[in-house]
């Protein structure tokens, strides 16, 4: 007897045979059982998932002469015995016709076959018609069959299995039963193989075995197909063939997924050229660019599928092992640096497909990945822009907050504290005044959409150690901002010099401040009552007095002095030594300079060490000698990314600021300024200011050397 493929050999012959489509063959026996059998069916799905076969096996159950619930029969499948049943699995039935619709597609064929129908069958009880691939006949073949079809002879029953169930017309679809074929499962593959296996008397491997069921991608006749080819080219061992996961991967003309991983650790790093060199490896070795796409978006799928639902997830149709791989992988890297790979993977696999030069667009995917790891989302560059100042007053979106009766202070602001309460010095004034009603609270800022997202990310900057206490900042102190009196008596007496009072009041440093006033009685000087509501930060000693908002009809006519902190200090109020002191400029300028020359930035480190450095509102601000336009390439968002990594680091919580040229007036009187550093010996700086031609420029016309670009860099 000829040789029959295994995917023929093992075919299945009963309803109970078929793996993975349990939905199909539960539904089918219930309707046989109880009688409920249509005129029409439609079986769709994914090639070689056995479509056809249950077409077949239908058929059988239909014309089989054992009545069912016999000791033959005793349930709904079909008995496999019968004269019936075994013309049917031969395929020399007489009345079931199974036609291939890809060639009998027309007109002309469709009105013979419902010519055809109308006669009885010649022996079995129904006259059966398998049209497979039925999406191919013609639309006009459609409609000559739909009348028929629509109201068939009782004896007649149409089955249609097809892989495109849309082509199919609508008008067909609705006369019909329609069962949608799942793809099967990588177990019941895997399952299968392994039982044929053992009945071919071929020893496996279970690597070898798994391999099979992911090549067959869903579909049993393809993972049997391949497997007989891998059992022609096995080697024998005592008689029998042997299959090794390296022999069928040689023979599919694949490479192991631990090359891929090795891809994924080498992109994690940011090691361009060790991804390059793998590829190399790889294309050296003959394997198809285009194969090697195939494969590694594959293994980005299975990775993704492992980050969302872990490494046991359904998602994963792979061995163990594989899923210990993916997990591994999918560790390295963020959902979202996962789902920006397989987009660029995919588009990358497509343009292989009708490019040329297919090696260079695969490396040029491949560079893409590992420079995707260093771009910064754009939430979290949105999240780091300044609120508008109309938002940070009402709180986003929240309403406008009513102006206040006083003249707002010029200090800026910050929330205010809550939990502790300040005690200003007040006198009681001869008439009874009450006070104001107060205003409403400010609502709170709202908080950026994009907080809660940076925080979930995964990203390099969660390796960073968690910097030792920062610089000491200003200290922040309480002042009023609200009217309290709406008149003052003439009879009032002013009080002594807020000086006095700044002075004696003055505590150490404090955390926070209420908005809770409370008033002490001075004999005989009644003065209006302080209260503390928001929290100021003290900049320079005049914004002191103006943040102290008093009735209007009270005048301050005395000489006001800075007033100074000390240990000693106690009462409500305490102010800091200036702040520009406690910043070494420094320190922050070569760590900045050492870190950006440390990633490759050399050009942008000697940009910011010639620079000039000052403290400005707060924060710290860079003027270098370039044009605008040369500042934003020189420091891009990496640079400045690395820059502020640096300044985290050092415990320094400042904006750092990079202003293009010279700092106008106002600029440089705003802080203290830092002079450029000299040139470090052997520099790139140092190699300019001693060229011939930069000296003789120097002596002529008085140049400035203020930067100094690499060209290097580039090459």
């Keep these: 007897m000829a040789y029959q493929v295994l995917a023929r050999k093992y075919r299945p012959q009963r309803f109970s045979d078929v793996a993975g489509q349990d939905h199909v063959t539960r539904t089918l026996l219930n309707a046989l059982s109880q009688g409920r059998i249509a005129h029409g069916y439609i079986f769709s799905g994914h090639r070689g998932i056995g479509k056809t076969t249950i077409a077949r096996i239908l058929a059988m159950a239909l014309n089989c002469r054992t009545e069912i619930g016999s000791a033959q029969r005793p349930t709904p499948e079909p008995c496999a015995i019968c004269e019936s049943c075994t013309e049917i699995r031969a395929g020399n039935a007489v ?177 361009t050229a060790t991804v390059i060199e793998e590829l190399n490896r790889l294309l050296n070795a003959g394997n198809s660019p285009s194969q090697l796409a195939r494969q590694f978006v594959r293994y980005l799928r299975n990775v993704l599928m492992a980050r969302i639902g872990g490494e046991n997830s359904e998602l994963l149709q792979i061995s163990p092992d594989e899923r210990a791989r993916a997990a591994r992988s999918a560790l390295l890297f963020s959902e979202e640096d996962l789902t920006r790979f397989l987009q660029i993977m995919l588009r990358t696999f497509d343009e292989l497909n009708y490019r040329q030069e297919q090696r260079f667009h695969l490396e040029l995917g491949l560079i893409k990945l590992v420079h995707l790891t260093r771009l910064l989302p754009i939430e979290e560059l949105l999240s780091k822009l300044p609120a508008s100042p109309a938002r940070s007053a009402t709180g986003g979106g929240a309403l406008p907050q009513p102006a206040r009766s006083q003249t707002p202070s010029s200090a800026p602001r910050t929330s205010p504290a809550a939990g502790s309460t300040a005690q200003p010095r007040t006198t009681t004034a001869s008439p009874a005044v009450s006070p104001a009603p107060r205003t409403p609270e400010p609502s709170k800022p709202a908080f950026s959409p ?26 922040a102190v309480a002042m009023t901002s609200e009217r309290v009196l709406d008149r003052v008596p003439a009879s009032v007496a002013v009080a002594d010099p807020i000086e006095d009072f700044l002075e004696e009041q003055a505590p150490a440093p404090i955390a926070a401040i209420s908005s809770t006033p409370t008033s002490a009685p001075i004999a005989g000087r009644p003065i209006a009552e302080i209260r503390v509501t928001e929290t100021v930060v003290v900049s320079d000693p005049v914004s002191t007095v103006s943040s102290l908002a008093m009735a209007a009809p009270l005048e301050l006519a005395t000489s006001i002095k800075a007033p100074v902190a000390s240990e000693t200090t106690s009462g409500a109020l305490a102010l800091a030594a200036d702040p520009s002191d406690s910043l070494d400029l420094d320190l922050i300028r070569d760590t900045i300079s050492t870190a950006l020359e440390a990633q490759g930035h050399s ?57 293009p040229g010279e700092a106008s007036a106002a600029s440089s009187s705003s802080g203290p300024r830092l002079a450029a550093k000299p040139a470090a010996t052997g520099s790139i700086q140092a190699m300019a200011l001693a060229n011939p031609l930069v000296k003789q420029a120097q002596e002529l016309f008085g140049a400035e050397v203020r930067s100094v670009l690499d060209l290097r860099e580039g090459k």
């Design 95 to 271: 009345d079931v016709i199974e036609i291939d619709a890809a060639t009998n597609r027309g007109i002309d064929e469709i009105r013979e076959l419902r010519d055809a129908a109308r006669y009885r069958p010649a022996r079995d009880r129904y006259k059966i018609y398998i049209l497979d691939e039925a999406h191919q006949i013609t639309d006009a073949a459609f409609n000559a069959l739909l009348k028929t079809l629509e109201e068939p002879p009782d004896h007649v029953v149409f089955m249609m299995a097809t892989t495109q169930p849309e082509d199919i017309p609508q008008t067909i679809r609705s006369r019909c039963q329609h069962f949608s074929f799942h793809a099967v499962k990588f177990d019941d593959i895997l399952a299968q193989l392994r039982d044929i296996a053992a009945k071919e008397g071929i020893t496996a491997e279970d690597a070898a075995l798994a391999l099979l069921a992911e090549a067959g991608d869903g579909s049993m006749r393809d993972a049997l197909s391949i497997m007989d080819q891998a059992i022609a080219s096995a080697p024998v061992e005592d008689g029998q063939p042997r299959l090794d996961a390296e022999q069928i991967r040689e023979l599919m003309g694949t490479v192991p997924n631990a090359v891929f991983e090795r891809l994924m650790d080498a992109i994690g790093e940011g090691q």
């Design 450 to 475: 994009f907080d809660a997202d940076r925080n979930r990310k995964i990203t390099s900057e969660a390796a960073t150690p968690t910097p030792a206490a920062p610089l000491p900042t200003p200290v």
């Design 603 to 659: 050009t942008a480190a000697v940009l910011l060490s010639a620079g000039q450095w000052r403290e400005k509102g707060g924060g710290i601000e860079v003027e270098v000698g370039i044009k605008k336009t040369m500042l934003g390439l020189t420091i891009n968002a990496e640079a400045d990314k690395i820059c502020k990594s640096a300044l985290r680091a050092i415990g320094v919580n400042r904006k750092l600021t990079f202003i």
